[in-house]
């Protein structure tokens, strides 16, 4: 039986810890913070300028952070966008509505689209006008997206020591074939054996400067 604790980092918003993998959701020096840092900054904000409509992949939707985040941006972007999430382990009721995100500056207001983003694991759900948000209760090793669809993918999968196997050559293929060329991978995860096997799998890779408490992350563009 997995445990999920839930804990408040250093920019006071919550982040979980799971009891199996022995890892948090987010880091510990601030889960807003390191999302807004790692995904929506050197992630979004550099493939919006060029994608009238923007396809975005997650890999583990978890607290929903991230999509939170992103939804924010685009109402301020004013771009349309489709949101496809792997999450094979939903998070209770009870645990999203004791999230703190929704308190956040910046956040205020969001909790119904907080809440609507958690309703349905493994469906459609429209947010707002235009952001569409497709939830898939299988893990990424048994998804088959279509192959050139996505410009920005958030891999945000446990650590190569939690979870090998998603840090796998197999599983950056079959990422790199559902991008579009130029499409953008962004990871917290900076390790040297991670950032050879984009390599392999089609991707140009930078190590850009990590949020507080992490010395570096990953972007990959898909060649
Ligand atoms: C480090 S947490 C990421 C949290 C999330 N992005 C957030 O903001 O809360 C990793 C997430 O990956 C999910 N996960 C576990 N196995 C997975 C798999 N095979 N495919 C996709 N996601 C998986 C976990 O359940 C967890 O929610």
């Known amino acids: 039986m997995v445990n999920l604790e839930m804990t408040t980092t250093g920019d006071g918003s919550h982040t979980l ?3 199996q993998t022995g890892e948090h959701y987010h ?14 900054n050197a992630g979004l904000k550099g493939i919006a300028p060029h994608s009238e409509m923007i396809h975005i992949l997650e890999i583990g939707l978890g607290t929903g952070l991230n999509c939170l985040l992103t939804f924010a941006e685009h109402q301020m972007l004013a771009k349309p966008v489709t949101y496809t999430a792997c999450e094979p382990f939903p998070i209770s009721k009870s645990l999203v509505d004791a999230l703190n995100y929704c308190r956040s500056e910046g956040l205020r207001g969001f909790e119904p689209v907080f ?3 958690h309703e349905n694991p493994d469906g459609k759900i429209l947010l707002g006008n235009d952001f569409l948000l497709i939830r898939l209760l299988s893990g990424i090793e048994e998804t088959e997206p279509a192959e050139g669809s996505f410009d920005l993918v958030y891999f945000d999968a446990f650590s190569p020591e939690a979870q090998p196997e998603l840090w796998k050559p197999e599983i950056f293929s079959k990422i790199r074939r559902c991008m579009k060329p130029g499409g953008v991978l962004v990871t917290y995860c900076a390790k ?3 950032r050879r ?5 089609g991707f140009s890779t930078e190590r850009l400067p990590g949020p507080p408490g992490k010395r570096e992350m990953l972007r990959a563009t898909a060649i």
């Open 27 to 40: 880091s510990i020096h601030g889960a807003i913070q390191e999302s807004r840092h790692v995904f929506i």
């Open 17 to 19: 810890f799971n009891s």
């Open 115 to 117: 809440s609507a983003m």
């Open 197 to 201: 096997t984009l390599q392999q799998a």
């Open 192 to 194: 040297g054996l991670v």
